[in-house]
């Protein structure tokens, strides 16, 4: 089972990047999904998450309105749209997918995911 992050890079603050994560290996139609990330001396914080029944989605405050996951189970790929990017949002970015669907009151922690990327770095410059 892999989870395949790509889609960062150095942006100016304000753009925008489209991050993916394709996963392999099984299928991950009935798991709940999640983008993590984790700046240069903090721990690995939680960013989004998507239910895998009904789609409903979930993110930490300082994205609402800026970021949107979403995911298309026929392509076994989650995204992460990023928006008005701040350089605040620096940091490596992982997808991560539970073993089913993970309890709400657990999707925000980094132990309920059984699966994760590699990472992929997104740079934002003032």
């Known amino acids: 089972v892999q989870l395949q992050a790509s889609g960062g890079g150095l942006v100016q603050a304000g753009g925008s990047l489209r991050l993916s994560c394709a996963a392999s290996?099984?299928?991950?139609?009935?798991?709940?999904m999640g983008w993590f990330r984790q700046a240069p001396g903090k721990e690995r914080e939680f960013v989004s998450h998507i239910r895998a029944i009904g789609g409903h989605t979930y993110y930490v405050d300082s994205v609402k309105g800026r970021f949107t996951i979403s995911r298309d189970n026929a392509k076994n790929t989650v995204y992460l749209q990023m928006n008005s990017l701040k350089p605040e949002d620096t940091a490596v970015y992982y997808c991560?997918?539970?073993?089913?669907?993970?309890?709400?009151?657990?999707?925000?922690?980094?132990?309920?995911?059984?699966?994760w990327g590699q990472g992929t770095l997104v740079t934002v410059s003032s």
């Open positions: 290996g099984r299928s991950f139609r009935g798991s709940s």
């Open positions: 991560a997918a539970g073993n089913g669907q993970i309890i709400l009151s657990a999707i925000r922690s980094v132990g309920a995911y059984a699966y």
